[in-house]
Nanobody, 125 residues
Framework: QVRLVESGGGLVQAGGSLRLSCAASGRTFSTYGMGWFRQVPGKEREFVAFISSTGENTVYADSVNGRFTISRDNAKNTVYLQMNTLKPEDTAVYYC??????????????????WGQGTQVTVSS
């Protein structure tokens, strides 16, 4: 069993920044990849970013590439999502999730087994 708890969401103006955190417990954190997804009401949950177990490899959705940065601190069992130059279309509930299968299906919900409860990010124009 893995428990994931997100924090750091909030309300920010367009062009601003936020940093999301996701604290993990229950499994050796350094052995699995981590991802961030987001969802708005009425739409599918969409992939945002992935980081490998060691942090050496990262992958981003085209919509956030160059603005968002995913990172992890295995000593603290925490993954981060630094979001810069935020746009109103980034408004969503953001979820972190664990990828136990070596990065397979990293941009799909199929690749993730445990999910956090989500944190709301609202970007005003």
């Amino acid at each position: 069993q893995v428990r994931l708890v997100e924090s750091g969401g909030g309300l920010v103006q367009a062009g601003g920044s936020l940093r999301l955190s996701c604290a993990a417990s229950g499994r050796t954190f350094s052995t699995y990849g981590m991802g961030w997804f987001r969802q708005v009401p009425g739409k599918e949950r969409e992939f945002v970013a992935f980081i490998s177990s060691t942090g050496e490899n990262t992958v981003y959705a085209d919509s956030v590439n160059g603005r968002f940065t995913i990172s992890r601190d295995n000593a603290k069992n925490t993954v981060y999502l630094q979001m810069n130059t935020l746009k109103p279309e980034d408004t969503a509930v953001y979820y972190c999730a664990s990828n136990p299968i070596g990065g397979q299906h990293l941009d799909s919900r199929l690749g993730y087994d445990y999910w956090g409860q989500g944190t709301q990010v609202t970007v005003s124009s």
